[in-house]
């Protein structure tokens, strides 16, 4: 079966460009996305989710390409992404002090003051980057926060507790057996092939196929697996609902309404508990809004941006605070 890409053509007219930055002690890669020729008026900084590498949010970037059937006219050529690969994740080094939420969280603080040091930019975190986005969002102060998929409830409670333990359990082994076994455990194809078939809703074949054979691209692309352990137990550690009363007024979130790993009930809950929250539903879609109904992530996307552009616009016209 010959598995097309929806996003390839769409990149390939927009201007990209990769860098490297020491960033708190990992050698950090990262890619920039821009539609037009001009400056970009507004930035925002993808944080993607646990296994993953910056190409899992490619789709919903390529959503903005020119001339796409789903841009919004000359507002889409000011917006430039970019997306570094997480520490121990695709081209990224491991971070020295280790992979907790706390040591993500100073790495993504450090990242920012590099590549927005005036703190303009949109951050937005996919799944386990919303963890990451929300473990101290104090440090990410004054930017805008957009979660996509964010892991609203604890991963050991609710529906989702029982493949947690699971998955507790195939990290631990994978670190655990001799190095040969281990890595061949952690690597192995069929398994991610089951991680993917769990989290996909889409009933296309065709677009099934394509998220089979980038989570098959992209989902070993781990640096080994001490990090990768370390990483998971990260992911399982904490739940942004924990969070919720620090994260900035008007935060927006983007939720799946088939969400086994977030379910929507955890989500209404922390769209309740975060101060001026708006909460997004997209139906028919699981885990996997990125790579499922990338269209409609990036509609949602524009609509949050136009919503703070607006609001900064109506309290400067009345000398208020933005804040």
């Known amino acids: 079966m010959r598995i097309h890409s929806p996003t390839d053509e769409r990149l390939a007219r927009m201007r990209v460009a990769d860098a490297a930055a020491q960033v708190a002690g990992s050698r950090t890669r990262y890619w920039s996305y821009e539609a037009g020729p001009d400056d970009a008026t507004t930035t925002i900084v993808l944080v993607h989710g646990f296994r993953g590498t910056h190409h899992g949010l490619l789709p919903v970037v390529a959503q903005f390409a020119p001339d796409s059937p789903h841009a919004a006219g000359d507002r889409n050529q000011s917006i430039r992404f970019i997306a570094p690969d997480l520490p121990g994740f695709g081209e990224s080094d ?29 951050v937005l975190g996919h799944s386990f980057g919303s963890l990451i986005v929300a473990r101290d969002v104090r440090m990410l102060a ?50 991610t ?11 296309s074949r065709a677009l099934r196929a394509w998220i089979h054979r980038e989570h098959d691209r992209h989902f070993s ?46 989500q209404l809950a922390l769209a309740e508990a975060a101060p001026q929250a708006s909460l997004r539903v997209i139906d028919g879609v699981g885990h996997l809004v990125h790579y499922e109904t990338p269209a409609a992530a990036a509609r949602l996307i524009r609509a949050a941006i136009d919503e703070w552009g607006a609001h900064a616009n109506s309290t400067a016209s009345t000398g208020e605070s933005p804040r």
């Open 193 to 203: 092939r089951v991680m993917s078939e769990v989290m996909a809703v889409t009933r």
């Open 94 to 122: 491991p971070l020295p002090a280790g992979h907790s939420l706390d040591d993500y969280a100073a790495w993504l603080a450090a990242f920012l003051e590099h590549v927005d040091p005036a703190g303009s930019a949109v």
């Open 142 to 191: 004054p930017r805008r926060i957009l979660l996509v998929n964010p892991i609203a409830a604890p991963a050991l409670e609710g529906t989702a507790a029982v493949g947690t333990r699971l998955a507790i359990l195939y990290y631990w082994l994978g670190a655990a057996l001799p190095v040969g076994l281990g890595n061949a455990l952690l690597r192995n194809r069929l398994i």
């Open 221 to 266: 692309s781990f640096h080994d697996r001490d990090t990768l352990l370390e990483a998971f137990r990260a992911s399982v550690s904490d739940s942004v609902l924990a969070h919720a009363a620090q994260l900035p007024a008007g935060t927006s979130l983007i939720a799946g309404a088939r969400d086994a790993i977030a379910p929507i009930e955890a």
